[in-house]
């Protein structure tokens, strides 16, 4: 998979690269989605089971054949040389995905990030955000992208905020909880070129 659409996206701290069908990746994820804290805003807010992890790191690893782009499990850098490092551990992911909410346009593409909790706080949700935002606009061309969040996310829609994105509608998730929908159109894409993916 070692292909433009899928070399690793660097950031001053961080290596951002599709995430792996193995064991490693599995581990890590299911960590990430068995604390509470880091699920609370997350579908009904529960943490899921080993088994439910990983029936999404198979969906995951799958959008990625599919549509040639998708989430990007975050693993920190080391060294501070610029090269990539660590004792590479999965911290989290950040990515681009079909969106698959209600209220949304056909062929929109979701942007989204968690962060395991002892990472919180050093700005990493948007420096990763902020290096997947200019890869899908510039490299995969999309015309736009969205995000969803729960009210309560202050933190999730401060990194909305800071993307440039800006609140398009509130309504319902999938999950029949109250959702916004923010939305950040392609500053390199015509207004023809948006229309026409619309
Ligand atoms: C949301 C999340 C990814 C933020 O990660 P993070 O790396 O801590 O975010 P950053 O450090 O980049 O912070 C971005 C901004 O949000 C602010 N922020 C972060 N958490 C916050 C909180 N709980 N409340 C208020 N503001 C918060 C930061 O202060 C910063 O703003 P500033 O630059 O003006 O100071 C992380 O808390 C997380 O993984 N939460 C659980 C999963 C989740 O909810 N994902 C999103 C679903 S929509």
């Known amino acids: 998979m070692a292909d433009a659409a899928t070399a690793p996206l660097l950031t001053e701290r ?8 193995d064991a490693g990746d599995r581990d890590a ?28 790191l198979t969906r995951f690893v799958e959008h990625w054949t599919q549509h040639g782009y998708g989430l990007r499990a975050i693993v920190e850098r080391g060294g501070g040389d ?9 911290v989290g992911f950040v990515g681009v995905m079909r969106a698959g909410q209600p209220g949304v346009r056909a062929g929109d593409v979701e ?3 968690r962060l395991a909790r002892d990472r919180w706080g050093r700005g990493y949700a948007t420096e990763g955000a902020r290096a997947v935002r200019d890869h899908a606009f510039a490299q995969l061309r999309l015309a736009r992208l969205v995000a969803f969040v729960r009210p309560g996310n ?4 401060r990194v909305m905020d800071k993307l440039g994105m800006r609140l398009e509608k509130e309504g319902l998730c999938n999950y029949g909880r109250p959702m ?11 207004a023809t070129d948006r229309g026409a993916a619309r």
């Open 14 to 21: 961080l290596l951002l690269r599709p995430f792996h069908d």
């Open 29 to 56: 994820y299911a960590a990430l989605c068995a604390d509470a804290e880091v699920m609370r805003y997350i579908g009904m807010g529960e943490t899921l089971t080993r088994e439910q992890s990983s029936a999404q």
């Open 82 to 90: 610029g090269t990539p490092g660590g004792d590479g551990t999965v």
């Open 111 to 113: 942007i989204g990030w």
């Open 154 to 157: 202050a933190g999730s829609m």
């Open 180 to 190: 916004r929908i923010y939305a950040l159109d392609n500053p390199l894409a015509s």
